[in-house]
């Protein structure tokens, strides 16, 4: 399909604010973090809502062009490298909380919710989101799923698998699916962690259940040096 349809197509189902087809403006997408590799799509949909994410997508399968989802774009891994004949799908603008329950100690986000701001959302209730990638300023829920992110949290916390509850999103048909739910422990096979880590290629997801934990009561940081644990001073090098 020329590429005039395809805007055109994705302009009847979309604002054009969020429909960008021009060189310059599709530049900034052409990869994430990983620069060796840079690819222009086509066209790039900033959709603002879940019913656009499913329009984008069920007009693309119908016209049976390929899509790539995009958070943040902080990945190393090159997961949200665009397809050249194909639609990038960033989810940047879905970037709101949706609700917050202290006492189940849970926040319903959007996939395009920065990583730190929900724990800076939660400090008022003694909590915070533990999975914490060195790029936690920027990156976004979504992108964590998709990628199923860490940082050094990780190795008393878990990934991010081990810190969410449920995900909603669509199918590249544009089908919705919903997957885990409020309860630690959902009946049936465990969908949830196999979408978690998937890089978007098993669903696009538009809204996530995280699970909050109460932060710790202090924080200390512990350094030993080496004439600490010898007992000998330490020489400069020659």
Request: net charge neutral; charged share 20%.
């Amino acid at each position: 399909m020329a590429e005039p349809d395809i805007v055109s197509a994705l302009r009847q189902v979309l604002p054009e604010d969020c429909v960008l087809w021009a060189a310059e403006d599709r530049r900034p997408y052409e990869c994430d973090a990983l620069t060796v590799f840079r690819e222009l799509p086509r066209v790039v949909a900033l959709p603002r809502t879940e019913e656009d994410v499913r329009a984008v997508l069920t007009t693309c399968a119908r016209l049976r062009v390929p899509v790539v989802a995009r958070g943040s774009g902080t990945g190393l891994s090159g997961g949200a490298t665009p397809h050249p004949c194909g639609v990038l799908l960033s989810l940047s603008r879905m970037s709101r909380i949706l609700g917050i329950d202290p006492l189940a100690r849970t926040a319903r986000l959007q996939p395009g919710v920065r990583n730190l701001a929900v724990s800076e959302a939660v400090a008022v209730h003694g909590l915070y989101y533990a999975p914490d990638p060195s790029s936690q300023v920027a990156c976004s829920i979504g992108g964590n799923v998709a990628e199923n992110s860490g940082g050094v949290h990780c190795l008393k916390y878990g990934l991010t698998v081990h810190n969410v509850l449920a995900v909603r999103g669509y199918s590249m048909s544009g089908e919705r699916l919903e997957l885990g739910g409020a309860a630690p422990e959902a009946p049936g096979l465990d969908l949830l962690s196999l979408a978690i880590g998937s890089e978007g290629l098993l669903m696009v997801v538009t809204e996530v259940t995280v699970r909050l934990i109460p932060r710790p009561t202090c924080a200390q940081l512990v350094m030993a040096s080496f004439a600490t644990c010898t007992g000998r001073p330490m020489r400069s090098p020659r």
